[in-house]
């Protein structure tokens, strides 16, 4: 039905319905390509009229139309059979410059009439028959439902039920079949309409292959937690083997890919009992797009924050194995620029590094059970260092020692130096005694073992997979 001749400007008839496939259409799209397809089409029309059977309407006023060429431009355009018909039909509302509310309503109506929405209707009826928490005597179908606090208020849902939710409380169910996205003045006036009601809302479609739901965007698809649902030929028959109201749901599923989180579209045979029914919202969904894709998106931001912090842990190693190395062109300015990095991160360091030097070089020997960024050789030997010059960190130390399991080769070590000091006669105090008075020292707030926690954010970057107590 695309396209050949060209359209007036300002057709007064915009849309119209084809009563063969029930289906809307933008006038342009009956646009036919030759003077004799034109003539045709009249003639069909007309002999349609005559059998009292009329397969082109006007879209808002539901009255025959046909194609007729204008007589000063040669441009074509749909206009009622009946000259009546354009005095009455809604869409001279728009030459008045009134709100489209009424046209978009006639038009969502006029589509009511097709075969594709009495087939869905009779798929939906048969299926909420089949179940028995619907109860049969509150099921209506094309019947007026009034407004509880305005009674001029009012709606007319495909098919109205009411479904026992436990022995205290049911619920009242609007469904409407919907085969356009076009109308979404009239959808969003029944969903207030049903909210006031205290009822349920529930679109069903005819088929969802193909479909880009970004149409449904404004007021149907992403509104109702990216789910939407449909009846066909197989869930008509599974109602009828289950005993329960069965549906197809097709929802967006959000995987995350990297760090990137991305929808795929899928499709699932659910029953009516399966779906979350949020009233307030005006709300159904099987599939709980929303939370599933909040926590992929806290997961992609830890992903990308943990990325972040481990070329900060690079960065800080590489830092320091320039000083050590003295590869280090400007240790004072590299230091600032590693200090505000380490800000960004909020954790802060002293401005100057010499401090910070001592307990880098404490932590990281402990983690690789020998000396690191420091001339001594041996764990053993980093550790008496440390018990001279480095008390206040002696408590990031013992955790570093005991999670990697390197304590147990400093005591390997000072069992060796033990007995080469017993052959020289010499006093040795070991480390297996002596970890264990620095630990009652610490515990006591011993002065002498006042522990500097100013690092534990530092310490947490450096070592994440290492859990710190609370400061007492």
């Known amino acids: 039905m695309d396209c050949g001749f060209t359209l007036v400007d300002e057709p007064l008839i915009e849309y119209v ?27 069909r029309v ?17 009255t025959p139309a046909y194609p007729r ?23 001279n509302e728009k030459r008045k410059r009134l709100d489209t509310t009424r046209i978009d309503s006639m038009r969502y109506n006029g589509q009511k009439e097709g075969p594709d929405h009495k087939l869905l209707k009779s798929h939906l009826r048969s299926s909420i028959d089949a179940d028995l928490s619907f109860d049969p005597n509150q099921t209506r179908e094309e019947k007026n439902w009034y407004g509880s606090s305005d009674e001029k208020k009012w709606r007319r849902p495909d098919i109205a039920a009411t479904r026992s939710i436990d022995d ?8 409407e079949i919907q085969l356009s996205s076009t109308y979404l003045k009239v959808i969003a006036a029944r969903r207030e309409f049903y909210l006031k009601e205290n009822a349920l809302l529930f679109w069903v479609f005819k088929d969802a292959s193909g479909i880009d739901p970004r ?3 404004d007021d149907l698809f992403y509104n109702n937690n990216s789910n939407l649902f449909v009846v066909d030929d197989e869930t008509a028959r599974l109602s009828q083997e289950q005993g ?12 995350l890919v990297g760090t990137i989180v991305s929808d795929v579209w899928c499709e699932q045979v659910v029953s009516f009992n399966e779906l979350t029914v949020d009233v307030e919202n005006q709300r159904v969904y099987w599939f709980d797009y929303k939370a599933v894709k909040a926590t992929l998106l806290e997961t ?12 900060l842990r690079t960065r800080y190693e590489d830092f320091w194995n320039s000083i050590h190395l003295r590869k280090c062109v400007d240790p004072e300015t590299e230091y600032r620029r590693l200090r505000h990095q380490l800000s960004m991160h909020d954790i802060d360091v002293p401005e100057r590094h010499g401090e910070l030097e001592r307990f880098t070089q404490m932590v990281y020997s402990a983690k690789t059970g020998e000396g690191f960024l420091t001339g001594l050789k041996t764990i053993l030997e980093v550790a008496n260092n440390s018990y001279l010059h480095g008390k206040q960190f002696l408590w990031y130390f013992g955790r570093v020692l005991q999670h990697y399991g390197t304590w147990d080769k400093l005591l390997i070590q000072d069992k060796n130096a033990e007995q080469r000091k017993k052959m020289s006669g010499k006093k040795h105090e070991n480390w297996k005694e ?5 630990k009652q020292k610490i515990d006591a707030n011993d002065p002498e073992f006042k522990q500097n926690r100013n690092y534990d954010k530092l310490f947490l970057l450096l070592f994440p997979e290492i859990a710190l107590p609370p400061i007492k």
């Not at 992609?300 to 070329?311: G, N, P, S």
């Not at 002596?434 to 620095?438: D, L, P, R, T, Y």
């Open 168 to 175: 205290d409380s049911r619920l009242q169910i609007a469904f």
């Open 69 to 91: 060429k204008h007589l000063d431009t040669g441009k074509f355009h749909f206009v009622h059979v009946s000259e009546d018909s354009d005095t009455h039909c809604p869409y």
């Open 215 to 217: 149409q449904y965007q």
């Open 17 to 43: 319905i084809d009563q063969a496939d029930g289906n809307e259409y933008r006038a342009g799209q009956y646009v036919f390509a030759s003077a004799r397809e034109i003539a045709e089409i009249r003639m």
């Open 244 to 255: 329960r109201l069965i549906l197809r749901c097709c929802y967006y599923k959000p995987l």
């Open 300 to 311: 992609a931001e830890q992903i990308i924050w943990e990325r972040k912090e481990e070329e």
């Open 46 to 62: 007309f002999d349609a009229i005559k059998r009292e059977e009329p397969n082109i309407i006007c879209a808002a006023c539901h």
């Open 434 to 438: 002596k970890g264990k008075i620095i």
